[in-house]
């Protein structure tokens, strides 16, 4: 169908029309790599990002899956943006999303006063996105029902929704609709990917980066000042290394290596230093690596071990 003068259509550009910010594709890996890094400050594989823009060539929805902190969702938006030319919608699943939410529903009161019509039907954003042509991220999807998980497949599948209410059929007149998936296999309250679902996506699987390249994270993620010696974010990442490995509740990924050395610049930059000392990483680390009160002994044992200091 046309998309001309069409009040849906309307709709969606005047509501979501204005948070819709365009850059120049990039659709080289090559070339991505390279704006990933500067523009978005995020060091990407460019194995990775082939597969991904091949994926995308052939209509495939993509699954990014590994633990959290790995930079799934963070990754997932610049290379749907970088893809389209456009910033995509970000879908946080639960389970009780439904096509509603999703899709499309009509305004009870309107719905109640002009009918089930194209009046008092509201626009959601996997229709806008389609419309608009640009991604989705659809952020852990096995916290989704079977059911959503489905229907969403079946839209990528043929780059079509279907609103039976208003007997219509919304095409993607593009290829910057595309969509990518976050899964962590690891999170309890999740169901099952069927193998159904796993055929029909490309799956990328997401690790803790090398010592080297989550050194160079920090760096390319840290504040400038106060400064933050190497030895300093070496000595970290000894702590971070050492309590992945324990039973912890929650294993600290790349993300809480960057926030752990950002919030003790800011601690030293309140103190008035312009260097960053052991006093300052150690207050950092209470507050973002344990995320329980369980979990807070542990992580001040390994400190105390990795720096050879004793905390009171």
Request: hydrophobic content about 40%.
């Amino acid at each position: 169908m046309s998309f001309e003068k069409d009040l849906i259509v309307e709709k969606v550009e005047e509501i979501y029309g204005s948070i819709i910010r365009k850059r120049k594709p990039v659709r080289d890996p090559a070339v991505a790599v390279k704006v990933l890094e500067k523009e978005y400050r995020l060091i990407v594989n460019e194995r990775l990002v082939t597969v991904v823009f091949a994926a995308f060539m052939n209509g495939r929805p993509v699954l990014f899956e590994g633990p959290p902190g790995t930079g799934k969702t963070e990754i997932g938006e610049a290379l749907l943006e970088l893809w389209a030319g456009k910033n995509p919608f970000v879908l946080p699943c639960s389970e009780n999303y439904d096509e509603y939410k999703v899709i499309g529903d009509f305004h009870p009161l309107m719905a109640m006063k002009k009918g089930f019509n194209e009046e008092s039907f509201i626009p959601r954003p996997l229709l806008a996105a389609l419309i608009l042509d640009t991604g989705v991220l659809v952020d852990e999807i096995r916290r989704s029902s079977e059911e959503f998980q489905n229907m969403l497949l079946d839209i990528i599948d043929k780059r079509r929704i279907i609103v039976p209410e208003l007997k219509k059929v919304f095409r993607a007149k593009g290829s910057g609709f595309q969509v990518i998936l976050t899964s962590n296999p690891e999170d309890i309250a999740q169901n099952e990917l069927s193998d159904a679902f796993l055929r029909r996506t490309t799956r990328v699987k997401f690790d803790y980066p090398p010592r080297e390249i989550e050194m160079k994270i920090i760096r390319l993620r840290s504040n400038s000042t106060p400064h933050i010696s190497s030895n300093m974010i070496d000595l970290m990442l000894d702590v971070i290394n050492k309590l992945r490995k324990l039973g912890l509740s929650h294993k600290p990924g790349t993300a809480e290596a960057v926030a752990w050395s950002n919030m003790a610049q800011s601690i030293a930059k309140l103190k008035g230093n312009n260097v960053v000392t052991i006093e300052d990483i150690i207050e950092a680390a209470e507050s973002i690596l344990a995320k329980r009160s369980e979990d807070e002994d542990t992580v001040l044992s390994v400190i105390e071990e990795v720096f050879g200091v004793e905390i009171s």
